[in-house]
């Protein structure tokens, strides 16, 4: 990525004025789709995105069940008006790569022994996309599969950083991953302590590189604050929505 | 190739059993009177990088259109005419029964016959949209996602795609030496009228409107027919099951009253000609 | 549809000549297939088409058979050169929508509880498209139905009617489907009196919305004559050709 | 993938063993000779809106080519020609043992080797068909439909190819002001010479012509042998067995031979030349 | 084909310096593809040539397996960078001829009865092509099928005849094939004195057509030396490498 | 559809058993260290049809990259740089467990890995493959031939893309009255810097370089890390576990340190810069 302006400007703001430690508004809400049995709507900055799970339930074709596990099916699709220019519905090279980390991020976390010979699917559709599409999926997807009622070990929480301007900021945005200078996508299991995704795309010096995950990771507690509320007040309800905004 | 099959839908013996019943006595099993429509809501510019776009909430079915303008040649035999495309996909979000990958015969058919209700009621003035006569015009893109399937996505997605199109915001383009140019400006989509389908089903001798997912597994038939302002403009039978003549005319009649109704509140949801 | 030439002239004849309660010529012959189970090749005006069926036969692959009925498959599918611009050879929506509807229109004739466990297949081949392809299609495939025995409660008969010049006319041609203001398929059962299929593309008045549809259905009581003396006339033979000019 | 697999035409015990009985005294079950090709006729002109078409009835296999007459860019390395591709598709209407769907390699074997035929024996002159040398040319395109299959469809398919190609009528089009123009008028294809296939099957040690269904069923090898009037030009051997090399310099001369009948005929049904 | 310069010169040398009845150089490695269960790997002219053979081994699916026999399974396909031009790396029309022609060219020398329920996978990878590919790639599979063990009734080879300038020549190479007037890629069994393939594309009359068949026999045979050379080679060890430079 | 699996890579019992008591003492089984790349060469121009080639055998996996030089349309948002595409096909020759057909989701991440550490690493100064700025620019095809799969595809795919651009020569074209022409002169690729990938899996709590197949059949996790002269440019964690903050520190400077060697190693065997 070469950069080409400034995307941080004297007072420290970024282009949508945050500052570099601070996340987008993130707002989850549990159980949108009626017919799944786990369902999540995550906006995430400019992100629209909408989870289901159906599961565990039986697996269509049949050899493909596993004897001692559950197997767990992942879907990441953009809708054709989520992009700048329309996407064609079929899926992409990088959907399909999507598909398989994102599936690859949330398998740790999920007691998948405990549903042998079944099958859990996560379809996660993004509605409108912004920057960190992925990480706000994988954020959805794990709402909506403790919302499932599936046995997952810990929450799995996603947060970007990057490199804007030489300097290591939290969460960028589209502008930032298009112009910036580095996105790192991490998801994390916060009560574990262990990282279940992650990515680099751009140039970071030994030092950046630590920051930058030691940032990202800090991003992911913050997202698991915001899933745990989102699910606290689906099951126990409360008057204030679920709303971050730093 | 087309295949038939049992509806994979299916509705338990027993509740099968009670909606006959209340049938048999005049009723639906949600209370609703045979030609009543579910409450519906529409939300638009729900999508803010899509031209125009909306959300429709149909009971609980819900799909969201967004509208991608872009540019391209018109189609052949329609050299001065803007082209228009609407695709759906139901998402696999949608129901249990939805298996990801290539649209299905049934959701061609879906996406073909609201394409159709728009197209044939000429509802978007084509004429409009050509930017060099012959070579170059708009090419507007309607993609509808169905986000959760709970009967009669045929109305669902036909509303979506009506609402997307009466809210969307059409860009100024022009041609600068020979290329496209986006001024930045924008203007209403040129509407001339306003389609609006109704679908019935026949289960046994009941003809009954807008039917939920279990209606559907147990219809004999169904038939979705569009009105626009000046009449009828586009009409699809459905499924395995027949319809008498006489049941046809009534339907045709009722979808024409209903419709105006529809057509009304989607005014009012999209505030469109406000 | 727009409309931007007469297309009825001052002595009510249409482009072909043809007055607007009028059927183009009709043909059809029975049992051109010599490996089907059943044939038909029918000529509706220039519309050329082949049906054939194979069957009941056992399904594959068997999971996808029934065990209270019989399986109908049924496939329409135009050859490259039967259009005016070549037709690429892969199925276009057009056709999975028509193979679709199709089928749909000829299952309630069909006794397929008869023939549990069992498939029909009906493939239906356009070799020279006219207006009309569809109701052509359906006719023929009912045709070839009959001839391959299976039971049926009716025959299906198919016409289509439409509006040109603000009037109401029968058997649009395919000018009178471009230039002209609606056309509306119908297949219809005459002894059970019971429509199958029926779509409408253009814009029709409550009024001429049911004359239309009255005249479609006359065209196809026409079309059911034509179909009963191919079918008489295979199986017990006479010299004339069973020919429709009406 | 290639994959091998028994034959799926099943040709009923018994019945192959009359056949192989047959053959073993000289005979084949229809009672043809081995060098005999069945009755065949030619019907042109079927299709009128192609350029050109042949229906070809070779016993009980049934063709029917059609051919459109395009414009486009000619093929990489061949700036100066027109060009031509033959497809088939052996329709599921042919035989209980067609899948619909796309060409599978026996399809794609069909149409290769008659389009080779055709291409190898240079039968139409494409030097003709150039409109601007290097950019735009004439594109024939050659689709047959197989509507009833009953044994060598290589040579049927090729006869109704070389036949729809032998009555068609070429649009004239032109250039002006850069553009394709169809003058409305018409010429004949140009056509330098007449490729005809001959092809045979070898069952145990003996070779026949022209097999029928239930002799491809028992065949051990194929051999398709095309020439035109200056020779061999085209020939493809086929199928999992093998044959020495007395049986195709035979072969070869009866395809010669029997060729030289068959064009005759040709022309004759496609009143070419007249 | 339509030849339009010389590519005999007058001292009967060809464009790569051969005389007519001389072949390209050949190289032949047996075992290169460590995985397989028999592979060669085949230099002819500038041909580069991988093939490998896996099995006999389990069917999948299952139902494709043959009670009596093996099922044989061949892929003929090309590297994007062997071409000229790049190739799509989707398979052609053209691979997919090639692929059946392949396969039923070494069936016959196969005791398939020998293996029944099984399956042989032969995988030829064209590397870097050059004319007579398809002639090179049954060279190579024959090879890599006598490597894996398999029960032979005799070795496959393959080599091309042609016509250029008039005169019948051995092994044409890609410029004769382009320019040339005749190409018919063989392959033989020698010991059996059987063709298995035989394909011709170009004009011959009937005396160059029999010297051109005799001519192309001449060239398998010649193959077959080689072939037989290379296996004995790694079974039985020598220092000289096996090159055939005629 | 991403599908979580079993690895159909089956490590015997008994042979996994040995692995993993090997390593709980300190040992592989292999007999290398934790932290030791298997040894590996790289043969360039081993394709004399692409404009650049190497083979690549690490250990026994063999991957042999080409690169195809063509011209085209710049990329959307990126008009004036030229076009760098890396595919890879793990060909069916490469263990019995490939299918032939479309690259799965594994090969999809493969290949996308790869381009990533190019991509990002910059490597290539795609702003001086520009012909005309917007319009005409260089597309460089990588395309990569997993020949035989022992393990660590992702590092040995990526040196053989890194080999074959190192040793590529560029075909110098010019544009002559609006067309392109290959003037028959080429010059080397504009190199900037050299991005090595180092990819290390977790079996237990043990994480090491380079993994055979056998140790692929047993891991935790994966994770690849590509860096060029500057720094960090790219990583990718790949598989069902997951890793430490510490583990992913640690392993990023083991990535950088082990890089340097190979690319030292890569250096002499392209003879880049010499």
């Given at each position: ?246 | ?67 991608k303008?872009?540019?391209g040649?018109?189609f ?7 082209a228009l495309i609407v695709s ?23 996406a073909?016959?609201?394409d159709?209700?728009v197209r ?19 090419t507007i893109f309607v993609d ?131």
């Amino acid at each position: 990525m070469t950069q080409t302006r400034n995307l941080i400007d004297e007072n420290g703001k970024r282009t949508d004025g945050r500052t570099i430690d601070e996340m987008r508004p993130v707002k989850i809400t549990v159980g949108t789709v009626k017919n799944a049995d786990g369902s999540a709507f995550v906006e995430f900055g400019k992100n629209k995105i909408v989870a289901a799970v159906y599961g565990p339930r039986e697996v269509h074709p049949k050899h493909l069940a596993q004897p001692d596990r559950c197997v767990l099916r992942c879907r990441y699709h953009m809708s054709p008006f989520s992009t700048d220019t329309r996407k064609n519905p079929a899926p992409s090279r990088r959907e399909v790569e999507i598909s398989k980390v994102m599936r690859e991020s949330l398998e740790p976390a999920l007691m998948l022994e405990d549903y042998p010979r079944a099958a859990i699917d996560v379809f996660v559709e993004v509605l409108q996309s912004d920057g960190g599409s992925r990480c706000a999926g994988i954020t959805a997807a794990a709402v909506a599969l403790a919302d499932a009622g599936i046995n997952m070990r810990d929450i799995v929480s996603a947060c970007a950083a990057g490199k804007v301007d030489d300097k290591i900021v939290l969460d960028i945005n589209d502008t930032e991953d298009k112009e910036g200078g580095a996105d790192m996508p991490v998801a994390y299991m916060p009560r574990l302590n262990q990282v279940t995704l992650m990515q680099l795309d751009g140039n970071l010096s030994p030092d950046q590189f630590n920051e930058c995950l030691d940032k990202a990771i800090e991003g992911c507690k913050a997202v698991a604050e915001i899933q745990k509320a989102a699910l606290m007040q689906k099951y126990f309800g409360n008057e204030t929505e679920v709303k971050e905004e730093q | 190739m087309s295949t038939s099959k049992r509806s994979t839908i299916i509705v338990e013996h027993l509740r099968k059993q009670q909606m006959l019943e209340a049938i048999a006595n005049g009723k639906r099993l949600d209370g609703r009177g045979f030609d009543e429509i579910r409450p519906f809501e529409i939300e638009i510019d729900v999508i803010k990088k899509a031209n125009g776009s909306a959300r429709v909430k149909l009971g609980d079915s819900e799909v969201i259109a967004g509208i991608k303008v872009e540019t391209g040649e018109p189609f052949e035999g329609l050299e001065n005419k803007g082209a228009l495309i609407v695709s759906a996909e139901v998402l696999p979000t949608a129901s249990p029964h939805i298996e990801p990958g290539p649209p299905d015969e049934e959701t061609v058919e879906l996406a073909r016959v609201v394409d159709r209700g728009v197209r044939e009621s000429e509802m978007v003035d084509l004429d409009e949209l050509v930017l060099v006569p012959g070579k170059i015009v708009y090419t507007i893109f309607v993609d509808c996602s169905v986000i959760n399937a709970d009967g009669n996505l045929f109305d669902a997605t036909s509303y979506a795609t009506v609402s997307a199109l009466l809210s969307a915001k059409l860009p100024i383009l022009e041609m600068q030496d020979g290329k496209v140019v986006d001024t930045g400006k924008t203007k209403p989509m040129p509407i001339k009228t306003i389609p609006i389908s109704i679908t019935a089903v026949k289960i046994g001798d009941v003809v009954m409107l807008d039917p939920v997912t279990e209606e559907e597994g147990s219809m004999d038939a169904r038939i979705t027919i569009t009105t626009s302002d000046e009449g009828f403009c586009a009409l699809q039978k459905g499924y395995t099951g027949s319809f008498t003549v006489d049941q046809i005319k009534k339907a045709a009649e009722t979808a024409r009253i209903k419709g105006q109704e529809i057509r009304a509140k989607v005014k009012e949801f999209t505030k469109y000609g406000s």
